[in-house]
């Protein structure tokens, strides 16, 4: 799949192009995956590592050599996840999700979206979660990371 000719033909590109441009991060070897799954303690689906394979992040231009990453570099990731598991929950099911919880995405406005692990760290589903900040809730998408791309 051509990832990068996805994000331009979505509704994602007229924002992006409103704020100076998508940025795309260079690619990510297959070591530096390894080493997210390694430290994470998780196994990434194909779809993942296809997308982070062809670029690590997708952003918005928000400055000359500043971006608003939308899908975080591979060396953000562990940060946001551990930041989610600090954030407050208004429900007891939201809050053990934040456990497994696998963050990559950030819509600049205090939300995140990822994937959900098992206990043991596989991710089974690439079906896309998000933590809605403002009620303290994770909440499926029940699309996978190609097909939002492709609808937005």
């Known amino acids: 799949m051509k990832w990068r000719r996805l994000f331009e033909g979505s509704a994602m590109a007229k924002d992006a192009e409103n704020s100076g441009g998508f940025v795309f991060g260079l690619p990510a070897d297959d070591d530096a995956i390894r080493a997210l799954e390694q430290r994470m303690r998780i ?10 394979r062809e670029f ?3 952003g918005v231009r928000v400055a000359d050599d500043e971006a608003a990453w939308w899908l975080v570099p591979l060396d953000c990731i562990a940060e946001r996840t551990a930041g989610l598991n600090e954030s407050w929950f208004d429900d007891a099911e939201s809050e053990s999700l934040a456990r497994r919880m696998v963050c990559f995405g950030d819509w600049f406005n205090g939300d995140v979206f990822g994937y959900l692990a098992d206990e043991d760290g596989t991710i089974h589903s690439t079906a896309i979660h998000q933590y809605h900040h403002e009620v303290g809730r994770i909440e499926p998408w029940g699309r996978t990371l190609a097909e939002f791309v492709r609808n937005e």
């Open 43 to 52: 196994a990434l689906p194909d779809e993942f590592r296809e997308i982070y």
């Open 56 to 58: 690590d992040g997708v």
